[in-house]
């Protein structure tokens, strides 16, 4: 990887990630960051890398993609959530349509907030690897809401920001 750098994650609720979905977006995001015409786009940021966090949640009645875009130590630091397919989806490469629209709409919100021009089109995604399956996943639980009698069911801006453990 060269400019872009992907944190995947996930909201659960029985403690189990949409493993292939996680695949899918990275598998994405990956051909992304190999495509000369993606890397002449970013160049235009003026930042050098872009940490594109990804967390799907279920699929909740919120509005999507929610985003926590922000500078820091010379790289953007772009965390978003996604809904993730009903039932986990099925093998990843039947989830590759959703996750390209995720993450070229997660980009769409990167260009809209740093002033770029036109997303590039998207390459064919290549085979996807035999390696690309051994994922790092960050699971949390969905959190209760304070004084309430249902779950929260979605992640506030706030938590999107400290889901991967980092501090701006």
């Known amino acids: 990887m060269d400019w872009l750098h992907p944190l995947m994650g996930t909201t659960t609720v029985d403690g189990r990630a949409p493993q ?6 990275q598998h994405v995001v990956v051909t992304l960051d190999g495509d000369p015409a993606w890397r002449r786009w970013w160049d235009a940021a003026g930042v050098a890398e872009c940490e594109l966090g990804i967390v799907a949640e279920g ?4 509005l999507r993609p929610s985003a926590d875009i922000c500078k ?3 790289k953007l630091r772009a965390h978003f959530t996604c809904a993730a397919p009903e039932a986990g989806g099925g093998r990843p490469a039947e989830l590759f349509p959703l996750a390209v629209h995720e993450v070229t709409g997660m980009f769409e919100v990167i260009r809209e907030a740093m002033g770029l021009g036109a997303l590039p089109p ?3 995604l290549p ?3 035999d390696h690309a399956r051994d994922l790092d996943v960050t699971c949390k639980p969905v959190p ?3 004084n309430a009698a249902d779950p929260q069911g979605y992640l ?3 938590q999107i920001k400290e889901f991967f453990g980092e501090d701006s």
């Open 144 to 146: 209760p809401e304070s």
């Open 122 to 124: 998207v390459p064919p």
């Open 127 to 129: 085979e996807l690897p």
């Open 59 to 62: 699929p909740l009645d919120h």
């Open 156 to 158: 506030t801006l706030t």
């Open 72 to 74: 820091v130590s010379g």
């Open 20 to 25: 292939a979905y996680m695949v899918a977006l």
